[in-house]
């Protein structure tokens, strides 16, 4: 089990695009990765609903747990999506 | 051969097609006991997976932002933690369609709580339900139709988000069971360019892939028209498309009083249609599209390259820009508050310059930079302008940026009238008549039950657009209509004799406009105004006019 904490970098917080990107790479890592604020129960984070329902905002902290094969490797990926600016991805 | 069925008419075309009706959102049956868990459960995912394919595949058959915008729901429908909810709910007992229903609430309520963009959401979950529930239920599928070939599109009533994803080269006709002449529905129809009959009590009667008779001009739908029946509608069709065809050109009467027929432009898909439209240039160039669904106001930059294209698709001619109008049934996270009672009386159009000065002047210097770049004749104009120091002070900043010409609408009463004041610190006016009639008449303009105060006829709103003609025409400065009165043939006339100098609509609604004034002098026009002002109510007005023009 490896953890890390990443702060949302999209300026419009994890919502529509910058979600949908952060769910369909979850979805592609082979290891099972969850989301949530540290501390609080976290979500799947293949789940784009569960994600939406964070409503985590740009700036904020979130914790991704990963579990399985290629753990680290999933959460370094993950991280670096949630921290990058998605909006301006479009 | 069937009976006919009657409503009310829009438009003066007919057409002819199967029917397709849009299905009503399924009512929830009472719960029932689960005999069966793991087949109950796998009914459910089946229901789920069955919206992921409508949605995939709807998503494949549209570009750009339709096609994200599709793709996104099919993956909230597709979600792995909604369909183990739903599941595991049947295990414990709940019936298929109630499972589905608790999972999708319980995301929904968490998205409404959380607020501001994310509770946006709550509608696609409830669209997304309301699909998976049908499916279930083996109902039909509520939302747009979609047979594969044209057709006669058949609903209870049309709603904004609904007629966004009409596809205009499918739907031959449009009829609906609630709506009147200004509904929405009546407003789309003008738009497409398709005859209507609206407020028909006897519409959902009528099956799917049953052949009908869409009369505008006289309301009346005729189910299993007779070859003889669809060819005269066919014959007296093309009469009248050689009519309009006959008159091109800039607009004006009989006697050659010119009235410039303009296009209203809203979004940048619309763009090479409006351009392409016989008229004199754009009446409402509409920038909200520019600031929908984003967390912050868009750069001067990328507003500027927006407004460039619509200046270089419309090169020589005038394009009328109206500055941001946020608040009201647009509201933007950055330039309006959520905590507004009343949001249609709250601050929204130029009142949210006064909270949030720079939003304007961004704007302000793209357009002037726009406009520098093209050949376009480039006026600006402020939506709810309500007193002259608020056009005095709008128009030095429009100046200030180098454009010559600043404009204010006429949609608060207060404004129409002190119009000669307003004339006196701006270069032209342009009535929004949709707005000008919910503040006359204080009607929501969005209860179809209030359509008749809404209804551009009234005489108390003519009464306002001639105070506004007259000081208008005092001061030598244009005056245009930008609302859907402006595409009403005979409504067209009346507000021409009331003084009107330009009228803007959809494109499709001018040929019609173009063949009225063409065929009347600017005395007869005046006559007509004068019937109008003085009628009783709107429907005395609309008849008074009609039988008088019936009668020249």
């Known amino acids: ?64 747990t990963a579990a399985g094969d290629q753990a680290q490797d999933a959460l370094t990926a993950l991280a670096d999506l949630l921290a990058s600016d998605l909006d301006a991805a479009a | 051969m069937s009976d006919p069925i009657r409503g009310i008419g829009v438009g003066t075309g007919s057409a002819a097609g199967p029917v397709a009706r849009m299905a009503s959102v399924p009512a929830l049956p009472a719960p029932r006991p689960v005999t069966d868990p793991a087949a109950e459960a796998s009914a459910v995912r089946a229901a ?15 570009s750009g932002a339709g096609a ?97 994803l009409l596809d205009p080269a499918r739907v031959l006709a449009l009829v609906t069971v609630r709506g009147g002449p200004t509904s929405h529905t009546a407003i789309l129809a003008k738009a497409l360019g398709v005859p209507a009959v609206v407020g028909c009590a006897g519409a959902m009667e009528l099956e799917d892939g049953r052949h009908v ?71 409402l160039f509409r920038t909200e599209f520019l600031f ?3 967390a912050e106001a868009p750069s001067r930059t990328e507003q500027a390259a927006a407004y460039r294209k619509v200046f270089a698709a419309f090169a020589g001619r005038r394009v009328v820009v109206r500055t941001l109008d946020a608040g009201a049934d647009k509201p933007l ?30 704007q302000l210097a793209a357009i002037a930079e726009a406009a520098e770049a093209g050949t376009a004749q480039v006026w600006v104009m402020a939506p709810m302008v309500s007193v002259p120091r608020e056009a005095a002070e709008f128009a030095a900043r429009v100046r200030a940026h180098g454009l010559p010409l600043a404009g204010a609408m006429i949609e608060v009463p207060a404004a129409a009238l002190r119009a000669d004041r307003l004339a006196e610190v701006c270069d032209f006016f342009s009535v929004g008549t949709n707005d000008l009639a919910q503040y006359t008449f204080a009607a929501d303009r969005t209860l179809g039950s209030l359509a008749e105060l809404l209804d551009p006829w009234q005489p108390a709103l003519l009464a306002l657009v001639a105070a506004a003609a007259r000081a208008a025409a005092e001061h030598g400065r244009p005056i245009g209509v930008c609302g859907e009165a402006a595409a009403d043939p005979e ?10 100098t330009s009228l803007s609509a959809a494109p499709a609604s001018l040929p ?18 004068e019937l109008a002002l003085l009628a009783e109510d709107a429907a005395d007005a609309r008849g008074k006019v009609r039988s008088r023009i019936a009668g020249h």
Do not use: W
């Open chain 2, 512 to 529: 019609e406009v173009r063949a009225a004034l063409a065929a009347r002098t600017l005395a007869e026009c005046r006559e007509l105004a």
């Open chain 1, 1 to 64: 089990m490896h953890s890390i904490q990443v702060t949302v970098g999209s300026r419009s917080g994890l919502h529509a695009r910058p979600a949908s990107l952060f769910v369909q790479a979850a979805a592609r890592q082979p290891a099972k990765v969850t989301v949530g604020r540290p501390g609080q129960a976290p979500v799947d984070a293949r789940s784009l609903l569960s994600v939406l329902a964070l409503a985590a905002g740009c700036g904020e902290t979130l914790e991704l």
């Open chain 2, 48 to 62: 789920l997976g069955a919206v992921v394919t409508d949605l995939d595949e709807r998503a494949a058959r549209v």
């Open chain 2, 491 to 500: 409504l067209a006339l009346v507000l021409v004799g009331l003084g009107i």
């Open chain 2, 213 to 283: 008779l869409v009369h505008g001009a006289d309301g009346v739908v005729e189910p299993d028209p007779s070859p003889e029946a669809l060819g005269r509608a066919a014959d007296r069709e093309r009469r009248r498309r050689e009519l309009l065809a006959g008159v091109q050109g800039p607009g004006r009467t009989a006697d050659g009083h010119p009235v410039a027929l303009l296009v209203n432009l809203g979004a940048p898909h619309e763009l090479a249609g409006a351009a392409a439209a016989d008229a004199e240039g754009v009446g």
């Open chain 2, 292 to 294: 929908l669904d984003r």
């Open chain 2, 333 to 362: 996270p950055f330039a309006t508050s959520a905590d507004e009672e009343n949001p249609a009386l709250g601050v929204r159009g130029l009142r949210t310059a006064a909270r949030d000065p720079e939003l304007l002047e961004t």
């Open chain 2, 68 to 164: 994200e915008v599709l793709a996104a729901q099919a993956m909230m429908a597709a979600d792995p933690v909604l369909a183990d909810e739903a599941a595991a709910l049947v295990e414990r007992g709940t019936d298929g369609a109630h499972a589905l229903t608790a999972a999708f609430d319980g995301f929904r309520a968490a998205l409404v709580a959380a607020g501001g963009h994310f509770a946006e959401r709550a509608a696609d979950l409830d669209d997304l339900r309301d699909r998976a529930v049908a499916h279930l239920l083996g109902l039909p599928v509520p939302g747009l139709p979609d047979p594969g070939h044209p057709y006669v599109l058949v609903a209870d009533d049309l709603a904004p988000a609904d007629t966004a």
